[in-house]
């Protein structure tokens, strides 16, 4: 699965950002698209996550002021980040998975300003 995610900039603390994702053609059976982040120097970290059920995962660190939804028709996942920080930096990869294996995006860097 190809995925193209967008979104990402500059934004200073307590701002908003919308991420969107979608895989470059329609895909049956994905199961779960989400997102992962990867700080500045540290390891990929989950973000959050939506089943096709319907069912989120979110990390601690985000909850309350993330919001992934998605469409399933477009195989597209989105992330609302709303009350930015600077610990959020760090660069967003989109991420799918299916039975046949996991996918993941080229990343979109966000930067918040202190």
């Known amino acids: 699965v190809q995925l193209q995610a967008s979104g990402g900039g500059l934004v200073q603390a307590g701002g908003s950002l919308r991420l969107s994702c979608a895989a470059a053609?329609?895909?049956?059976?994905?199961?779960?698209m989400g997102w992962y982040r990867q700080p500045p120097g540290k390891q990929r970290e989950l973000v959050a996550t939506?089943?096709?059920?319907?069912?989120?995962n979110y990390a601690d660190s985000v909850k309350g002021r993330f919001t992934v939804s998605r469409d399933n028709a477009k195989n597209a996942v989105y992330l609302q980040m709303n009350s930015l920080q600077p610990e959020d930096t760090g660069v967003y990869y989109c991420?799918?998975?299916?039975?046949?294996?996991?996918?993941w995006g080229q990343g979109t860097l966000v930067t918040v300003s202190s």
């Open positions: 053609r329609t895909t049956p059976g994905i199961n779960v």
């Open positions: 991420y799918a998975w299916k039975p046949a294996g996991t996918s």
């Open positions: 939506m089943a096709i059920s319907g069912i989120t």
